[in-house]
């Protein structure tokens, strides 16, 4: 079993949905949970980073990490076409001097 | 902000030649750096780590003598392809502990072989 499960998708949406992605996981020592945002041949964006439990919130994006049932998420409010890319969660036991673990990432598009 | 620059962000080479990918930090010191490849569809799957004067640790199932990497100074960390083939074609990204988020990535290299 990968340490990190995320459903690669593709994911379509109409333009101003709520788009919801997830991933859950299998190593109880991480601590640092990301979403990273990748476009076609480019580097990752970081989007959210959360430490432990809890909700985080960013404009139109929403991290959700529950660490008792393993599953992390991303809300994206009011998507736009714009947001349409790979959505790759990511975690760590550390936030430093650790490698980060990936998911397949979720190909998103959002449509006009 | 923390920046790592990455070159060159796409190169094709014949069968057989090496590659050189460089990772260099800008406006920090990096004494790590991870180094990722990324298949198609797939996810990110760590390479290797390079730590600033030392031999590079590489992870289970990754050939050490064909993924060169050097670590010679605090900014700059290089990996090379050497003998590549057709299935060494890949996305290559580097990555350093830095900043208060804890990672900056290099905005990745496409390798191709022919």
């Known amino acids: 079993q990968k340490e990190v499960e995320q459903d690669p998708g593709p994911l379509s949406v109409p333009e101003g949905a709520i788009v919801s992605l997830n991933c859950t996981y299998s190593n109880s020592a991480f601590q640092y949970f990301m979403w990273y945002r990748q476009y076609s041949r480019k580097g990752p964006e970081l989007l959210m980073y959360t430490y432990s439990s809890g909700n985080k919130e960013d404009g139109r994006f929403t991290a959700q990490v529950d660490k008792s049932s393993k599953y992390i998420s991303l809300f994206i409010r009011d998507s736009q076409p714009s947001d349409s890319a790979t959505y790759l969660c990511?975690?760590?036991?550390?936030?430093?001097?650790?490698?980060?673990?990936f998911g397949k990432g979720t190909s998103l598009l959002v449509t006009p | 902000g923390a920046v790592v620059s990455q070159h060159p962000s796409w190169v094709i080479c014949k069968s057989g030649t090496s590659v050189k990918i460089e990772c260099r930090s800008l406006?920090?010191?990096?004494?790590?750096m991870f180094w990722y490849r990324q298949f198609p569809k797939q996810s990110l799957m760590l390479m290797a780590t390079s730590n600033e004067g030392s031999k590079a640790t590489y992870e289970q199932g990754v050939e050490k003598d064909k993924f060169l990497i050097n670590h010679a100074s605090l900014t700059l960390s290089t990996l090379t392809v050497t003998s590549a083939h057709p299935e060494d074609s890949s996305f290559y990204i580097c990555s350093a502990p830095q900043g208060p988020y804890g990672y900056t990535f290099g905005s990745g290299t496409r390798l191709t072989v022919v």
């Open positions: 406006d920090f010191q990096a004494t790590t």
């Open positions: 990511a975690m760590s036991e550390s936030n430093s001097g650790y490698a980060l673990n």
